[in-house]
C-alpha cells in the first residue's frame, strides 16, 4: 500500500547495515535525493513468501528465512522497522496428523514378484504378530504359496492405542471365491470363504475378416484369451500371413461365466470353432474321447479327425516370415543359392518350440547354423531349428521332448544378419517346404469314440442353429 510522508519527521541515516550485492547498491537513490527506492526483489520475494507460508507475515520473519535481503545502502530518511504485525500473529505451525489417523482406513496391497502374505500385510502396516495370525486364518481355506503377482488384499486398519491395528482383510483366490480374515474381540482372527455364485452361458459369434482374425475377433467383443486359442487350433492348417483374405469369416461357440451383476467373470473353453476360407470350410469341435471320464479333451474336424497334427507349421509365436523356402540371393554370401527352410524374424530370446513329439538327434554348434537342434518324429519326419541364442532346459543329444515343448531361444548364431530362426522339416533326411507339405494328422476316431464324436456334433449343430434364431430374434425388436 503506497503511503505519504514528512520526509524531515525522520533521522537521516547514511548507511544502513551490511550490503546485500552490488547491484542493489547501484539501484538506491543518487545521493542528496530524497526517499528511498526499494529494489524489485524486496517486493516480489516477500510477496512469494506470503503465499507460500499461507498466513500473513512480517517482514522481520521473512528476513529471517532470507537473511540480508532487506538490508542495502542508501542515503535519505528512512522507514520505521517496528515489527508490528509479528507482535500481533501466533507464529508459523504446520498442523502433523498424527500417526494413528495417518495409518488407518481401507488399503489395497497389490501382491509383487517375491512378495508373502506375510510380507505384503507387515509392508502395508500391520504388526508382525497379527500378520501371522491373519495369514494363519487365511491358510485354512487358500494356500499363501499359491499368492501370485497381480493379486490384491483388501486391509482394513482401525485406530488404536498405538497407532493401528488389523482390523480385517480378505483376498480374491478365484473369480468366484473371497477369503476373509477378521478380528475378534479375543484380539485373534477367523477366517472364512465367500462363494459369488456364477452362471455358465453360451456365446456364439460369427463375424467378417476385414484385415485379420485377431483384429476382427477384437472388434466381436471376443476376449484376447479366446482368440488366442482360436488361432491356435486352425494354426496347424492354416497360415494367417498367406490363406487370410478380407471377405473370409469365421465362427466360433464358447461358454461364459456370468456374475450376478451381469459381468464376464471367466471364459471357459471353446466348443465350437469354424474357418471359411474363400469356398473352403474348416470345423472343429471339442470332444473328450470316452465320454469325459478321464479323457483328455481335444479338437476334430468334422469326420473326427484330429486338428492336432502331427507336426505344426510354425513353432514360434509372432514371427513374421521373412524368408520363404526357395532360391535366393544369400544376404551374406551374395550369390543366389537353395534357402531350404523357413526364417522368421523374432526378437532374440523368443522361446521356440518343439514342432512334435520325439528325440533330439542334435543339440549344439552346427558350423554356418550356428546354434542347433534337430529333433526326429515318427514316420520319417525331422525338424531342425538354427541360430539360436541358447538351449532348453534338459535338451541334449538323446533327450525325449513333447510337441509344444521350449527346446531353445531364438537369437542370431552362426552365419546370420539378424536374430531370426532358422526352421527346416526334413522327410527322410531332405528339407522340405512346410508351407506345402500335407503334414500327417496326430490321430483318428473309430468305433465307440467316433460314434460318441457325432453325436456331439450333431448336438452342437442344433445349440448353433437355436442360438443363431435367438439372435435373429433379439436384433428385430
Do not use: C
Not at 71 to 94: H, R
Not at 101 to 125: F, H, K, N, Y
Not at 260 to 268: E, F, M, S
Request: net charge positive.
Amino acid at each position: 500500500m503506497a503511503s505519504s510522508h514528512d520526509e524531515n519527521q525522520y533521522p537521516l541515516h547514511t548507511k544502513m547495515q551490511p550490503v546485500r550485492n552490488t547491484a542493489i547498491r547501484q539501484r538506491s537513490r543518487a545521493p542528496g535525493r530524497a526517499g528511498v527506492k526499494l529494489p524489485f526483489s524486496a517486493v516480489l520475494l516477500p510477496l512469494i513468501a506470503l503465499a507460500t507460508f499461507g498466513q500473513i507475515a512480517s517482514i522481520d520473519r521473512i528476513s529471517a528465512y532470507f537473511p540480508g535481503l532487506f538490508f542495502y545502502e542508501a542515503q535519505g530518511p528512512a522507514y520505521p522497522a517496528t515489527p508490528v504485525v509479528s507482535q500481533i500473529l501466533p507464529p508459523l505451525t504446520a498442523v502433523q496428523p498424527s500417526p494413528a489417523s495417518a495409518a488407518t482406513g481401507v488399503r489395497i496391497l497389490t501382491v509383487t514378484s517375491g512378495d508373502t502374505l506375510q510380507s505384503l500385510l507387515t509392508e502395508g502396516g500391520v504388526s508382525w504378530d497379527e500378520a501371522q495370525r491373519a495369514v494363519a486364518a487365511i491358510g485354512k481355506f487358500f494356500d499363501p504359496r499359491d499368492l501370485h503377482a497381480g493379486q490384491q488384499l483388501d486391509v482394513m486398519l482401525h485406530p488404536a492405542q498405538t497407532g493401528a491395528e488389523l482390523a480385517r482383510v480378505s483376498i480374491k483366490a478365484d473369480v468366484d471365491r473371497v477369503i476373509v480374515a477378521q478380528r475378534q474381540e479375543n484380539g485373534g482372527f477367523a477366517g472364512r470363504e465367500v462363494i459369488n455364485p456364477l452362471t455358465q452361458t453360451s456365446r456364439l459369434v460369427s463375424a467378417r475378416i476385414e484385415s485379420s482374425l485377431f483384429e476382427a475377433a477384437i472388434a466381436a467383443n471376443i476376449r484376447p484369451e479366446i482368440v488366442v486359442e482360436l488361432i491356435r487350433l486352425f494354426s496347424y492348417d492354416v497360415d494367417f500371413q498367406r490363406d487370410i483374405q478380407p471377405g473370409d469369416s469365421f465362427d466360433v461357440l464358447y461358454d461364459r461365466d456370468i456374475d450376478a451383476q451381469g459381468r464376464v467373470a471367466r471364459t471357459g473353453a471353446i466348443r465350437y470353432a469354424a474357418l471359411t476360407i474363400g469356398n473352403e470350410r474348416k470345423e472343429l469341435f471339442r470332444f473328450a474321447p470316452g465320454g469325459g471320464s478321464g479323457g483328455k479333451a481335444e479338437y476334430f474336424n468334422s469326420k473326427g479327425h484330429a486338428a492336432q497334427k502331427a507336426i505344426m507349421k510354425t513353432p514360434v509365436d509372432g514371427g513374421k516370415l521373412s524368408s520363404r523356402f526357395g532360391m535366393r540371393r544369400h544376404p551374406i554370401l551374395g550369390y543366389t543359392r537353395m534357402h531350404k527352410g523357413l526364417d522368421f524374424a523374432i526378437p532374440t530370446g523368443t522361446p521356440v518350440m518343439a514342432a512334435g513329439q520325439g528325440f533330439v538327434e542334435m543339440a549344439g554348434w552346427n558350423g554356418a547354423y550356428g546354434k542347433y537342434i534337430r529333433v526326429r518324429h515318427n514316420d520319417g519326419y525331422s525338424t531342425a531349428y538354427g541360430h539360436l541364442s541358447g538351449l532348453g532346459k534338459g535338451i541334449r543329444k538323446g533327450a525325449r521332448v513333447k510337441q509344444g515343448q521350449i527346446i531353445g531361444y531364438s537369437g542370431s548364431t552362426g552365419r546370420s544378419t539378424g536374430p531370426h530362426l532358422h526352421y527346416e522339416v526334413l522327410v527322410n533326411g531332405a528339407q522340405v517346404n512346410p508351407q506345402n507339405m500335407a503334414l500327417p494328422t496326430a490321430h483318428a476316431l473309430t468305433g465307440r469314440e467316433l460314434a460318441q464324436f457325432r453325436q456331439l456334433r450333431d448336438a452342437i449343430g442344433a445349440e448353433r442353429a437355436a442360438l443363431g434364431q435367438a439372435t435373429i430374434k433379439a436384433a428385430s425388436f
